[in-house]
Structure formats: C-alpha cells, structure tokens
C-alpha cells in the first residue's frame, strides 16, 4: 500500500518547534498507523540560516531538506505542503497569515492568535484560500481524549453537568523568568492563560461544548491575578454552557497559576486534574492536562476502571528550554505531538480543511472566552501584537 506522504516546513525553531519535528521522525508504525508519513522538508529561524541547518540536524531531517534564514523564504518553498507556526503568540497573526497568503496550510501553535479577532481573520483567509488551517492544541489528537470523549457521548456516565480542569505550575514568575520570557512578557502576548490556561479551557470545551448538537457560547465570569508586567499569573474561569431545555445548564470551572501547582510531586499523587462529572459517575483526568498519561472511570454503580496511555516511541522530548520543565519523557516513550501531526496528514490527504477534534469555530469560541477573561480585568497586550493590519513589522 503506498502511503500518503506530508511535507512539513518549520516555522521556528525554539523548544516546541524542536520537540516537534523530533515527534515527525519516528515510524508512524510504531503507533499503529501505516497509511501516512512525515517528513520535515524545510526549516526556517528569524535569526539565521545556520539555526535553521543546525535545528534541521537536530531533529535528525534528511540531507536534502532546505534551511532558510527567514519565514518569508520558507513560505515560497514550493516542495512544502505544510507549516507548523511554532513561534511565541503574539507573532501567530502575522506568521500563520504569511504562510496563508502564500498558498501554505498551516498549523498554528496554541493559543492560535492573541486575540479574537485575529483568529477570526486566518479562518476567513483559509476559507478564501481553501487551505487547511488548525491550531495546534495536540492534546485533542491523543488516544485518551477520543477515549474520555466517547465514554460521554457512550452516556457511561449520564449527563455531563460539570467539568473542572487545571493546568498549574508553581512556577513564581520571578524567580523563574526573565521579565523578557514569552512566559511573561506582554510584548510576546505571555501570561497563564494563553500558555496554560488554555489547556484547562480546552478539557472543559472537548467535554460539554463538543459534545452538544448545538453547541452555544458560555458566559464567562473569572477572577485574575496579575504579575507586574500586567499579564495574568493566577486565574480562575467559571463558564455557564446553556443547554435547550429540558436539559440544564452545565458549568466548567478552568484554573492556571504560576503560584500553585496542580501536581506538587510530579507524581499525580494529588489526585486527578481534571474531573468530568455526569449524573451517574466521573471520568478523571492525572496531569499534566497538556500531556495526561492515566485516566480513572468512577461510575455509581461501584465500576472503578483504571488505564494507563503510553505515548508510544521512540522519541525524545523536551520541556522549556529554561529548564523548569525538563525533559519527562522515559526513553523509548515519544512525546505525542505526532498525533495531531497525523491528523493533519490526513485531513490533506482526505481533502479536510480543518481538524476533526477542534473546527476552526470551537478555536475561535475558546479565544473569544480569553479575550473576554483579559477585558473583565484589564490584562492588555501593546497595540502592534492586538492588531488585525497585515503585514505588520512586530
Ligand atoms: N504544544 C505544546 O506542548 C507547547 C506549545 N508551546 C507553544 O509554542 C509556541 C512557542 O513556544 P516555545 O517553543 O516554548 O518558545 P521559544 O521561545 O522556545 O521559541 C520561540 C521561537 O520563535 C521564534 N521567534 C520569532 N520571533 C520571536 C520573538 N520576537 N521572540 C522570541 N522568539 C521569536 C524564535 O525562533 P527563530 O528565531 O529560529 O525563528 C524562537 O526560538 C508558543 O505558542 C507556545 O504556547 C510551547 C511549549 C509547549
Ligand atoms: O503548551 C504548553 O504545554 C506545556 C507547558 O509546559 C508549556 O508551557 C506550554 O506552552
């Protein structure tokens, strides 16, 4: 059977790029899927030709794939099917709509703009270009999210009505970031939210907004807490999902800090991070939310069902460059960005222009709720990473 080969380009080349492109190298075999495969033909850095070949040799890319010293080569590669934008949020815009005007797919990093707005804008010139556009929330693509979301629509445990769900990392900004780091940083769009609490929103969203025919927007109340630069370092999200009666409302509560931690021993022994609530049990979610490993059913009945979700390998991640995160993968164990890699392959190969897990709405859904947690308490970002103009030198 010959296989459906997808062409990526990289776009960037810092932790998450590299971690990445090293998720493109393994078989796809050694994950159960033999009709598709990756290979990483281009590789682009904003500061020079000899980053792009040296990230190319680091992500072990064939000889024959091509290092560019800026994004505005990479785009004009024209053996290139795909990009994954992988540079700090405030430059998704403008990087993702280059790669659009330029003919390009794309896929674009969580959070997949700074605004909504913007976001708003890359669907409209995906659809008037016919591209593929997704963001990159790869924790969707996992084999237990399609495993949590089917034990919902299943009914396995009722009707949903709650959802709470915490990516939190006792990281104290200043001991821990240069007020530079995109972390922090208002000129890089930093803060909780956008890097982590996105995650938090996207359990609460693939548990009772996906899960709805017709799906309706929440109301949004939240409590933030801000770091001196004014970006967010602790913030709670409650969320009201209106339902057509005579079902009731459900309620998703969507926690972040830099202050505490959601797994103070690295180990789960807090308990699970997420917890799905239904009226006749709970499926439970351990952290990290952005790479959980294990989940616990908890139905009323006294069924109590354990499993454990190796992401198979090999490969090799890496956590912040900075150091706090590490590397946590055992060797042999990849990092499972690979999944939501295969998804694009697919959706290529299928003719699909967005993901099946997250349509371009639900994306643009989660960015209006942060764009409405950032004005109920003034977080603001400078006016050149807000702005919908393009091109725009940031
Ligand atoms: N899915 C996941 O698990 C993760 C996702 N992310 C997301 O990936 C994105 C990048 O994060 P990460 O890789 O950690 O960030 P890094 O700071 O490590 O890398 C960002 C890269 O973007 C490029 N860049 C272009 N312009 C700028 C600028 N003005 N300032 C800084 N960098 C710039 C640089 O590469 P070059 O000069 O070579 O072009 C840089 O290396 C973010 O959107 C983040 O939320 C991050 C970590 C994990
Ligand atoms: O996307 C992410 O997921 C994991 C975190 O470690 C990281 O900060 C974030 O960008």
Redesign the pocket.
């Known amino acids: 059977m010959s296989k459906f080969q997808l062409k990526w380009g990289i776009?960037?080349?810092?932790?998450?790029?590299?971690?990445?492109a090293r998720d493109l190298w393994p078989n796809p075999e050694t994950r159960g899927v033999d009709d598709i495969e990756h290979v990483v033909v281009a590789?682009?850095?904003?500061?020079?030709v000899e980053?792009?070949r040296a990230?190319l040799k680091e992500v072990r890319a064939p000889d024959s794939a091509k290092a560019y010293g800026s994004?505005e080569q990479l785009v004009q590669d024209s053996n290139v099917d795909i990009i994954y934008?992988?540079?700090?949020?405030?430059?998704?815009f403008q990087?993702a709509m280059l790669c659009l005007e330029a003919g390009k797919n794309v896929l674009?990093?969580?959070?997949f703009t700074t605004n909504a707005k913007q976001t708003e804008l890359l669907i409209k010139k995906a659809k008037e270009k016919n591209l593929f556009l997704m963001e990159?929330?790869?924790?969707r693509y996992f084999p237990l999210s399609v495993y949590v979301r089917e034990v919902i629509t299943s009914g396995r445990i009722g009707t949903v009505y709650r959802t709470a769900a915490d990516l939190s990392y006792s990281i104290p900004p200043e001991k821990t970031f240069p007020d530079t780091?995109?972390m922090v940083n208002p000129?890089?769009a930093g803060g909780a939210l956008?890097?982590l609490g996105?995650y938090a929103l996207t359990w609460v969203f693939q548990t009772l907004y996906t899960t709805e025919s017709d799906p309706q927007s929440p109301t949004v109340i939240s409590a933030v807490e801000k770091y001196h630069l004014g970006t967010d370092e602790h913030t709670t999200i409650l969320l009201t999902f209106p339902r057509p009666p005579p079902a009731r409302p459900a309620h998703g509560i969507a926690t972040t800090s830099f202050l505490v931690s959601g797994d103070p021993d690295g180990k789960g022994s807090a308990g699970p991070t997420i917890r799905v609530q239904g009226s006749r049990g709970e499926i439970q979610i351990f952290p990290p939310a952005?790479?959980p490993t294990k989940t616990r059913l908890v139905l009323a009945d006294g069924t109590v069902e354990d499993r454990e979700w190796f992401q198979p390998g090999p490969g090799r991640g890496s956590?912040?460059?900075n150091g706090f995160?590490g590397d946590f993968n055992a060797e042999g164990e990849g990092?499972g960005?690979f999944w939501e890699a295969d998804e694009c392959a697919y959706a290529l190969r299928d003719g699909r222009k967005e993901g099946r897990f997250e349509s371009l709405q639900e994306s643009l859904v989660i960015m209006r709720v942060m764009d409405e947690v950032r004005r109920q308490h003034g977080v603001e970002f400078p006016e050149t990473i807000e702005s919908v103009e393009y091109p725009l030198k940031?």
């Open positions: 776009l960037a080349t810092g932790g998450i790029a590299e971690t990445f590789a682009a850095s904003s500061s020079s980053r792009a990230f994004y934008v992988a540079t700090p949020h405030s430059h998704h990087n674009c990093e969580k959070a990159a929330v790869w924790t780091h995109r000129s890089l956008l890097d996105i952005s790479r956590g912040w460059k995160g990092h960005m940031l």
